[in-house]
């Protein structure tokens, strides 16, 4: 029997909906099909709302405003007579506007198929009219709701067939009155969403069939959940009563068999979805994430009673069915491999939004030029209309084959990874330790407050362990980790440099420095830890920090973006590499701290109203104190545990490499890199670019820049650094790193200056040039020729270590079963040093040089090299040495002593010319335990939450509403 438009009651809900109402009413009138009654419940408008439902339809149902939209179904449902002829329930929302043919449509599917129990319109925006929101609706195993279209699109026929789908939304759902009570309505336990999902899965399962009828109609407004109109029930946090309400859905809903797995993948799931929305800035969104999973995790009566329920339905269904429906909702539901391809669009859209924002600093720079100075080249720049620009061919394989300085830089990368080979494999020697085992091993120095170093020591691990216990994480083992960073910091500065230079150049002139420039720029700079003899050395602060520089500069630039809001932005950034940078090389903190005192002394004499505009001094200022906030678990126990002079010592074993006047100037540490004179070009055109006018202020900068590295290198080379066990120099790496930074940068933009006098002459001035250029050349092709033909470094790939094997095996069993190693003759000195676990380790290297000395420990060897006794040995036990070792050349005087002292037991040794000894008493195990800093352990979380905090501002967002 075909359905008749009177056995369709109406059931409206509504609250603070008038500014919608009049035209939902003039909808519901102007239906086609006449609905036999209208039942409206509003649930405490504070508007209108009630007043023109009851002009409109006569005596409405009034509920409070805490009523839930179940409830306020019920209460209507309640209104609808039994026996009154009222088949179906056709529910509306205030924000939901019918199209007049919708209920005519809707009435004509049910009869085309009379097993269809539910049936849905298309939803369309309101009131764009034209933009798709929902043609039927069904969830993903990670709780997102599916609609299968794409973002923003339009209503233009493609999805017109009416199909079976898991739910359909409750704006606009007609549903047979007897299923609505069979099924008990929706949930309570999902006062405002997700009920549509859940209802329909129910549905589902209990053998119910939903369909989807484009042919139907209806605008939606979503005011809810867009945030236009807030209720009791959302308060200000929409996004978790969604996430809630998906997460119970899918928990209640899911069989017995998957529940376990989905518990867990839920979980799992969460912790990503925050991360997510931390790096798009949508903090207030990750929080809610957390905030509906733990709502729900703690509430497990909850999740069983609503499975009981479910269950109890579910047992109703006819004999042999449920096979059937279990397919049937499982053929409903999103792919399994959905949420991994939502994943892969998130990724793409934040390395797009991250591009996008880094291809709009220099367009944006422009356009304020162009403000402040009508006649300058940027005002005059012509403005191209992207529709204007003809299509042509993009093949990124035809792009670069046909690009000469691609393929240069594709060359030099090559020839770079070649040169690097050294640190393939396991990589030792030099100014490197060997790196442990696993990644843990750098986790746990990192994390803990007492080392079992030596006889114990609190001096904090430096700062760089994290970055790389974090690598090592990622690469499988510090080993690849090292050998990564290695291998790739030549490629990194010289992408880092060429797009510093790009952005530079076109700072000095709208039309930027030409290709060629670039090219030679950027792999000089990115040369400067090879040939300066760092790499070679194994001296990760130069290398590090040299990869990480130009970054570093070029998020400085955006101290002068036109917009605050943007200078605050690039503040967190170079806050954030400044700190990375830091973390490997200490000065680059104290030359950023002057650096930045002198360039705002210099803009505040020029402009004396600076002072007074926090956003021109502010975002410089918080990007140079953030460092030590993020860095505060290092240098404030250093500083506690009397070992200040690890804040001016780079990564490595010490002495620091030394560097003099010339050094510092031709980028050379002393006895060490390629030939000296291949730094000379880069300073003679550094000098050169001082001469054309149209440059000179930009190369003054750079010189200024330089002076104060100059000036900070000879303050700091007249420090002499008095350690516990040596004395050194403090490092000077950064500096070097940075002076030849600024003369290269000095040179290109003064080389942008000379070109263009150049092309507007002739004669001598044009062969002068061409001379220079091919000295230029040199430069790069000396620097790289001499890296990859072998260049005399201390990089190996072994350990140089005189201790057996067994002796290793033993040490491995405890922090109480060290090995003594005593080097040296009576003649010409003495020194020790207390191996443990597998040795000493990068990182560990430099907590042993800042420890105290142990003067027990000392006494104890003294007395073992001079007047050995049991009294002795027993005192060496007690401080957890189990072995003695006189690396070869062994002293023969101290050998024959030990070997007619009790206690001692001879041991093999790996060649007859290194001697070893066993203690024969039972060592103390507990020897070099220590204390726990409670101090660290807050410093710590204060760094965490710091570096989670800044790179959540730091970053490119994807959200448009924050866009």
């Known amino acids: 029997m075909p359905s008749s438009p009177g056995s369709v009651a109406v059931l409206l809900v509504s609250h603070d909906g008038a500014r919608w109402l009049s035209s939902v009413v003039d909808g519901i009138r102007s239906q086609t099909a006449t609905p036999g009654r209208v039942v409206a419940v509003d649930t405490g408008s504070k508007d209108e709302s009630a007043t023109l439902l009851e002009d409109a339809f006569g005596e409405v149902v009034r509920a409070p405003s805490s009523t839930s939209f ?24 205030d924000d939901s506007n019918p199209d007049p043919g919708a209920l005519a449509a809707l009435l004509e599917a049910a009869d085309a198929d009379p097993d269809a129990d539910v049936l849905g319109p298309k939803l369309r925006e309101w009131p764009s009219l034209r933009r798709l929101l929902e043609l039927g609706v069904t969830i993903s195993g990670t709780g997102r709701r599916e609609t299968g279209l794409e973002r923003g699109e339009y209503d233009q026929g493609q999805h017109d067939d009416v199909r079976a789908v898991l739910a359909v939304n409750t704006a606009g759902m007609l549903v047979r009155r007897g299923v609505l009570e069979e099924l008990g309505g929706f949930d309570p336990q999902l006062p405002i969403f997700g009920n549509d999902i859940d209802f329909g899965w129910r ?16 605008f939606h407004a979503e005011a809810a959940h867009r945030g236009v109109r807030r209720t009791p029930l959302t308060g200000r946090h929409t996004h978790y009563q969604e996430r809630r309400a998906a997460l119970y859905t899918l928990l209640v809903n899911s069989g017995a068999r998957s529940l376990p797995f989905q518990l867990v993948r839920l ?39 609503a499975r009981r329920q479910r269950r109890e339905v579910r047992d109703r269904r006819p004999a042999g069915a449920p096979d059937e429906v279990r397919n049937t909702v499982k053929s409903l539901l999103a792919p399994p491999w959905l949420p991994y391809r939502h994943g892969l669009d998130f990724v793409g859209d934040l390395v797009a939004a991250a591009t996008d924002q880094a291809a709009d600093v220099a367009e944006r720079r422009r356009a304020a030029a162009a403000e ?32 000469p300085v691609a393929l240069l830089l594709a060359v030099f990368v090559v020839a770079a990874v070649v040169g690097s080979r050294a640190a393939f494999g396991t990589v030792v020697g030099g100014g490197l330790s060997p790196v442990p085992a696993a990644a843990t091993d750098w986790w746990r120095l990192y994390l803990e407050s ?9 001096v904090p691990a430096p700062p760089y362990l994290l970055p790389l216990a974090f690598l090592a994480s990622l690469f499988g083992g510090p080993g690849h980790a090292l050998s990564a960073v ?55 602060g130069p290398v590090v920090t040299a990869a990480v520089l130009p970054w570093l500069a070029h998020a400085a630039l955006g101290f002068a973006d036109p917009a605050p809001d943007r200078r605050w932005r690039a503040a967190w950034r170079t806050g954030l590499l400044l700190a990375l940078t830091t973390s490997f090389a200490p000065v680059a903190w104290l030359f950023a701290f002057v650096l930045g005192l002198v360039v705002l002394v210099v803009a505040f004499s020029i402009v004396p109203g600076a002072t007074r505009d926090r956003s021109v001094w502010g975002p410089p200022a918080t990007a140079v104190g953030m460092a030590p906030v993020l860095l505060s678990p290092w240098w404030i126990p250093a500083l506690v545990h009397h070992a200040p002079e690890g804040l001016l010592l780079d990564p490595g074993r010490l002495p620091t490499p030394t560097v003099d006047g010339l050094g510092l100037l031709v980028g050379r540490f002393s006895e060490l890199g390629a030939p000296w004179w291949l730094g000379v070009p880069t300073v003679v055109l550094a000098l050169i670019g001082l001469v054309p006018r149209a440059t000179r202020i930009p190369v003054i900068v750079c010189w200024v820049v330089a002076f104060v590295v100059t000036l900070l290198a000879a303050l700091l080379g007249a420090v002499t650094l008095s350690l516990p066990a040596t004395t050194t120099e403090p490092a000077l790496g950064f500096l070097l790193v940075a002076l030849q930074g600024s003369l290269v940068v000095a040179a290109v933009v003064g080389g942008q200056g000379l070109l263009a006098v150049v092309r507007s002459r002739a004669g001598w001035l044009r062969i ?135 206690g001692l037991t001879q041991a093999s040794a790996e060649s007859r010319s290194t001697r070893a000894w066993q203690i024969g008493r039972t060592v103390n195990e507990s020897a070099v335990d220590g204390p726990r800093s409670w101090l660290r352990i807050v410093l710590l979380l204060v760094q965490a939450l710091g570096i989670i905090w800044v790179a959540v501002l730091c970053a490119p967002t994807t959200n448009r509403r924050r866009a």
Not at 387 to 393: F, I, M, S, T
Not at 780 to 794: I, Q, R, S
């Open 70 to 93: 179940p409830a306020a179904v019920r209460l209507g449902l309640d209104e609808i007579v039994d026996g009154a002829g009222f088949e179906w329930v056709w529910i509306l929302h």
């Open 203 to 218: 549905a589902a399962a209990a053998g119910h069939r939903t369909l989807v009828v484009p042919q139907a109609v209806v």
């Open 267 to 305: 979980a799992f799931g969460t912790l990503l979805r925050m991360v997510g929305f931390l790096l798009v800035r949508a903090v207030g969104e990750a929080l809610d994430e957390l905030a509906a999973l733990v709502s729900l995790y703690s509430s497990p009566r909850e999740i069983i009673a």
């Open 372 to 403: 402040r100075d009508p006649s300058s080249f940027a005002a005059r720049r012509p403005v191209v209309d992207d529709d204007d620009v003809p299509l042509a061919d993009t093949g990124a394989v035809a792009r670069f084959f046909t690009n």
């Open 450 to 458: 007492w080392h079992p170093l030596g006889q114990g020591t609190a």
């Open 486 to 540: 290695l291998v790739l910091a030549v490629p990194v500065a010289l992408w880092g440099a060429f797009r510093f230079l790009r952005v530079v150049g076109r700072l000095v002139s709208f039309t930027g420095a030409p290709r060629w420039q670039l090219l030679w720029g950027a792999t000089t700079y990115a040369l400067v830890p090879v040939v300066s003899g760092a790499w070679g050395d194994g001296r990760l």
């Open 768 to 902: 002068a040039a061409a001379g220079l250029a091919a000295v230029a050349v040199v430069v790069p092709l000396g620097g790289l020729a001499w890296f990859v033909v072998g260049h005399d470094d201390g990089l190996t790939d072994h350990r140089d270590d005189a201790i057996p094997a067994y002796m290793v095996q033993s040490s491995m069993l405890g922090n109480g079963h060290g090995i003594l190693v005593v080097r040296g003759s009576v003649d010409d000195g003495l020194t020790y040093t207390v191996r443990r676990g597998d040795g000493v380790t990068l990182g560990e290297d430099e907590i042993l040089d800042l420890a105290a000395e142990n003067a027990d420990l000392t006494r104890s060897v003294r007395a073992l090299t001079s007047r050995p006794n049991q009294t002795v040995i027993d005192s060496l036990a007690d401080l957890g040495i189990e072995y003695v070792v006189l690396p070869a050349p062994a002293d023969g005087r101290v050998a024959a002593s030990l070997d007619a002292t009790g």
